[in-house]
């Protein structure tokens, strides 16, 4: 084949490709351009926003097996990824400038969901996306320990300033109340506090805002779904029978707020000892998994026992534990499963958007 035909051809190739975000063609969104075809050879760029760098090389093996599938002859490809910004749009009647919504959520409290929470935050600005991270645990916040974060926010125009993780934009109630003290919340407090949270709070423009949520109950779904679109859930559990029956309950509860469910994560899945490298599965394992498939959720993975990550986020220091790539690698598969099931969920959003209107 010439390198005209496979210029052609790969032209159609990428016609069909679209971008995971916005579920339209990459070539009608100029998201690829300046090709070259030379001795068979393809080159091109794919510009991607900070979204979907968390998946970014996923996508670009996708690409590649679908031009080699379609076009015989290729002898290589070479694509150039470049940053694409693309800043979101205020959603809500809050105008939040979020793309993606997630709350974080257990069926019952000391599964890990914030450190979950806090540790996927975390781990998807790590791989290039613009995260904030809210504590919406209003009856134990503990983001701000885990983080080691601590002091009033400042107010500047009328606006609370986030306390800062590295560059990350954290909120908590923690920073609002005395170490120790005990909160009775009732409805309209509750609501009020986390409108603030989401109205007030300075959080710039972000690609996730991750919600830690409280255990169990469903008040602050409530209050949020009503606040902003939430894009979805990721429910936390770990493999015992009762903490799964719990997450079924959590599930439950998301789907009668209408908040889609993006997965399930088993957290405390087996524990390697460090000294001889033996895994036990001390609270079993799997559980999450079979669970998953008979609720026909995602499963978004298994995140070990790592006595570090306990050690670490007591002493507020879980930023600085998730720089050891062993410790992160389990959270980095956990993010790029949330960022795909967000992806499908634009998706689906971007084609009935796309469905024509009947005129009867
Ligand atoms: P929850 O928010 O569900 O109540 P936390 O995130 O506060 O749970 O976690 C409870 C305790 O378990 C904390 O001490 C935390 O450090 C520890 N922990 C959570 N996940 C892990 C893990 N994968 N390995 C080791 N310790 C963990």
């Keep these: 084949m010439s390198d005209l035909e496979i210029n052609q051809q790969l032209q159609e190739a990428?016609?069909?490709?679209?971008?995971?975000?916005?579920?339209?063609?990459?070539?009608?969104?100029?998201?690829?351009?300046?090709?070259?075809?030379?001795?068979?050879?393809i080159s091109f760029r794919y510009s991607i926003t900070s979204l979907l760098k968390p998946i970014s090389e996923e996508i670009i093996e996708r690409l590649k097996s679908l031009i080699t599938s379609r076009i015989p002859g290729v002898k290589e490809i070479s694509i150039r990824l470049e940053n694409l910004h693309k800043p979101p749009v205020p959603i809500g009647q809050i105008g939040l400038k979020a793309k993606a919504v997630i709350a974080?959520?257990?069926?019952?409290?000391?599964?890990?969901?914030?450190?979950?929470?806090?540790s996927i935050a975390l781990t998807l600005e790590k791989m290039g996306a613009k995260v904030g991270l809210m504590d919406a645990d209003v009856?134990?916040?503990?983001?701000?320990?885990?983080?080691?974060?601590?002091?009033?926010?400042?107010?500047?125009?009328?606006?609370?300033?986030?306390?800062?993780?590295?560059?990350?934009?954290?909120?908590?109630?923690?920073?609002?109340?005395?170490?120790?003290?005990?909160?009775?919340w009732r409805g309209p407090m509750l609501h009020g506090s986390i409108t603030q949270?989401?109205?007030?709070?300075?959080?710039?423009?972000?690609?996730?805002?991750?919600?830690?949520?409280?255990?169990?109950?469903?008040?602050?779904?409530?209050?949020?779904?009503?606040?902003?679109?939430?894009?979805?859930?990721?429910?936390?559990?770990t493999p015992q029978e009762v903490a799964l029956l719990d997450a079924g309950k959590a599930i439950a509860m998301f789907e009668?707020?209408?908040?889609?469910?993006?997965?399930?994560?088993?957290?405390?899945?087996?524990?390697?000892?460090?000294?001889?490298?033996?895994?036990?599965?001390?609270?079993?394992?799997?559980?999450?998994?079979?669970?998953?498939?008979?609720?026909?959720?995602p499963f978004l993975g298994e995140v070990p026992i790592q006595i570090?990550?306990?050690?670490?986020?007591?002493?507020g220091r879980l930023a600085e534990a998730l720089q050891d790539p062993v410790l992160s690698k389990p959270f980095e598969a956990?993010?790029?499963?949330?960022?795909?099931?967000?992806?499908?969920?634009?998706?689906?959003?971007?084609?009935?958007?796309?469905?024509?209107v009947l005129s009867l």
Excluded at 14 to 41: H, K, M, N, W, Y
Excluded at 210 to 236: N, R
Excluded at 344 to 353: E, G, I, N, V, W
């Design 14 to 41: 990428l016609q069909a490709f679209r971008d995971p975000e916005t579920g339209r063609s990459v070539i009608a969104t100029g998201q690829v351009g300046d090709f070259s075809v030379s001795d068979g050879r």
């Design 104 to 118: 974080v959520a257990a069926g019952k409290g000391g599964v890990g969901k914030s450190s979950l929470a806090a």
């Design 139 to 184: 009856y134990g916040p503990s983001i701000p320990h885990l983080l080691g974060l601590d002091g009033r926010p400042e107010i500047v125009d009328g606006k609370i300033q986030p306390k800062l993780c590295g560059s990350m934009p954290v909120m908590s109630m923690g920073f609002l109340l005395e170490k120790n003290q005990a909160v009775v």
């Design 197 to 237: 949270f989401l109205r007030d709070t300075d959080w710039g423009e972000l690609d996730y805002l991750i919600i830690d949520m409280p255990p169990g109950t469903g008040d602050v779904a409530l209050t949020l779904s009503q606040l902003l679109p939430l894009t979805g859930a990721v429910i936390v559990c």
């Design 256 to 297: 009668k707020t209408k908040i889609p469910i993006l997965g399930v994560v088993e957290n405390m899945s087996g524990f390697t000892d460090p000294e001889t490298g033996k895994t036990y599965d001390i609270f079993g394992r799997g559980g999450a998994r079979a669970k998953a498939e008979e609720l026909q959720v």
């Design 308 to 315: 570090a990550l306990r050690r670490e986020s007591d002493e």
């Design 334 to 356: 956990v993010c790029r499963g949330v960022v795909r099931s967000v992806a499908a969920s634009f998706a689906q959003h971007a084609q009935s958007a796309a469905l024509p």
